[in-house]
């Protein structure tokens, strides 16, 4: 960045650093290929991110509409499932990066961990299982997230900033449900799986919303197509930013797209901007 020079009443010379802004941009965008139908691009140009994490593409970079290019013309890389339709994530930015792992340590046949550097910061892109449709589903969830707990320590104390960007399929608190007492026995907000959501905030990473928004209800990330919860906003704070202490430091606003929420998928975007 370009360095502003401003000369004293003593001549000498000092010197100011233009702060280096960055937006960050998580989203589940409930299948690209539709979200690009309802207008995706436009709410990216709109929203101007320089990092854009996509969870739930569906599809494989091949299946992309033809006409359709990177927004923005950010540089990308495509994490999708083996199975088609189903699952995966992306992360695109307006810059070079390196991609660092996929998955947990393991394998990732359903696409749901991407792991990048950009210069000094590193984003975890992560799209943690539903258990929703079957109670198969719900073991593999909980499977899912012991591994997920005891790999993220290999992240939470780096010297460097680090942030966990995506769904995480878990509303952790009273706050982050429109209606808690209904659902305390609705997979995404257990009991167990709330206490999972501490452990996780236990060993250091900072719930950086809810840290910007306080304690009071919502806002939520996710509605369901039901009823008319879309419209009362009666949703789920499924949808995070977690980040590591030097990540913290660097935090300047989050915010919640709701707009985007109503729209383009069933999740709405979430902003950050850092301060570099």
Known sequence: MPLLWKKSKSRTTSRKFIVKKMRIISWNVNGIRAAIRK???????????DILMLQEIRCLEEQLPKDWGAPLNLSYYWHPAEKKGYSGVATFSNKSFETIEKGKGTEDPEGRILVTKHDNLILINTYLPSGSSKVERQLFKEKWMDEY?????????LDCPVIIAGDLNIAHTENDIWNPSGNKNTSGFLPNE????????????????R??????????????????????????RIDYFLANKPAVKLISHAEINREGGLIVSDHAPVIIDLNL
């Open 39 to 49: 207008g995706l691009n436009e709410f990216i140009t709109k929203m101007n991110p």
């Open 149 to 157: 707990l005891n790999w993220s320590l290999n992240y939470v104390d």
């Open 194 to 209: 709330r206490e999972w959501f501490n452990k996780l905030l236990n060993l250091g990473w900072v719930d950086i919303c």
């Open 211 to 236: 840290e910007k928004f306080g304690e009071k209800k919502g806002p939520y990330s996710w509605w369901s197509n039901r009823g008319r919860a879309r419209i009362l906003d009666r949703g789920w």
